[in-house]
């Protein structure tokens, strides 16, 4: 089992759609979870990051951890053609060499259709 | 403020061959890592450094792959000779300080394509 599992999709939604988007991890020393987006041809830029359970809101973006079940998602509100991109899921843990690692999803990518 | 900076943007070589790619860091980013992305998976980490000492290579395949960070700033990424499976992309990241959780900047990447 990997650790950070995420449906690769690829997922298609009309203009104006609630997107969610979801993750599920297996290591209990995640402690930071993040959202990146990543353009076609582009580096993944961080979009949302939270580390404890509950919800957090960014705009049109929330996210929402879940630590006793192990789960993560991203909600996406009122979709635009813009947010069509690949979304990948990431969480950090302290390592033993003395630094946060990060461990990414495969990533889910989404069409957003006008 | 310049983001990270990777060269070439694009190689493509003939498996056995050689090949080098570049990265220049955010400006007083202490930490520096290489991933690979695969297509369609998300980004591994290859090798993690802090300063210009290696904090994790432990997912690096050393027989191929080695790395460098001089003087703490720029750092090459080597893989010799290069394989069917080593294409994807390469990305190089950068932040703060690792030891404090700091948001991680990624450049754009380098393609590379094994033929």
């Known amino acids: 089992q990997k650790e950070v599992e995420q449906d690769p999709g690829p997922l298609s939604v009309p203009e104006g759609a609630i997107v969610s988007l979801n993750c599920t991890y297996s290591?209990?020393?995640?402690?930071?979870f993040m959202w990146y987006r990543q353009y076609s041809r582009k580096g993944p830029e961080l979009l949302m990051y939270?580390?404890?359970?509950g919800n957090k809101e960014d705009g049109r973006f929330t996210a929402q951890v879940d630590k006793s079940s192990k789960y993560i998602s991203l909600f996406i509100r009122d979709s635009q053609p813009s947010d069509s991109a690949t979304y990948l899921c990431?969480?950090?843990?302290?390592?033993?060499?003395?630094?946060?690692?990060?461990?990414f999803g495969k990533g889910t990518k989404l069409s957003v259709i006008p | 403020e310049a983001g990270v900076a990777q060269s070439p943007r694009y190689k493509i070589i003939e498996k056995r061959q050689s090949v080098a790619f570049w990265c220049n860091p955010i400006?007083?980013?202490?930490?520096l890592y290489w991933y690979q992305q695969i297509l369609g998976q998300g980004p591994k980490l290859l090798i993690q450094?802090?300063?210009?000492?290696?904090?994790?290579d432990s997912q690096l395949p050393k027989d191929r792959f080695s790395a460098e960070r001089l003087k703490g700033v720029d750092s090459t990424l080597k893989i010799q000779p290069a394989k069917l499976e080593d294409s994807a992309v390469y990305l190089c990241?950068?932040?703060?300080?690792?030891?404090?959780?700091?948001?991680?900047?990624f450049g754009q990447g380098t393609r590379l394509t094994v033929v």
């Open positions: 990241a950068s932040s703060l300080d690792a030891r404090m959780n700091t948001e991680a900047f």
């Open positions: 290591n209990s020393a995640f402690q930071y």
């Open positions: 939270t580390y404890s359970s």
């Open positions: 990431a969480m950090s843990s302290f390592s033993g060499a003395g630094s946060y690692q990060l461990t």
């Open positions: 400006s007083g980013h202490a930490t």
């Open positions: 450094f802090q300063n210009n000492g290696v904090v994790d």
